[in-house]
């Protein structure tokens, strides 16, 4: 059964850091890039972070840019989403995706709240 699982998200103040984690499981990982989304209540889901399977591609909106880091360690089938100086206006559900072709997978999602 195919699974991507997010983990740390929650609660943090202005200026704050936070580490989301994202496990994938049954399918080849390494083969996937992987990407983090972050949707808000009447808006569409926006492209936060990008990350091609081997790890030397990656690329970020442009309102994340210098303070959010993607990385992932395909030996554990995770993928991080290291989130500095964050500001109310990180705040959102964060989600993670791993696609391959044809195949595309997604998790359910984290809530991230910025609020002091």
């Known amino acids: 059964q195919v699974q991507l699982v997010e983990s740390g998200g929650g609660l943090v103040q202005p200026g704050g850091s936070l580490r989301l984690s994202c496990a994938g499981s049954?399918?080849?990982?390494?083969?996937?890039?992987v990407n983090w989304y972050r949707q808000t209540p009447g808006k569409e889901r926006e492209l936060v972070a990008t990350?091609?399977?081997?790890?030397?591609?990656?690329n970020y909106a442009n309102s994340v840019k210098g303070r959010f880091t993607i990385t992932r360690d395909s030996a554990k089938n995770t993928v991080y989403l290291q989130m500095n100086s964050l500001t109310p206006e990180d705040t959102a559900v964060y989600y993670c995706?791993?696609?391959?072709?044809?195949?595309?997978?997604w998790g359910q999602g984290t809530q991230v709240t910025v609020s002091s």
């Open positions: 995706n791993a696609h391959w072709f044809d195949n595309n997978y």
């Open positions: 049954g399918f080849t990982f390494r083969n996937y890039a």
């Open positions: 990350m091609s399977s081997t790890g030397g591609n990656t």
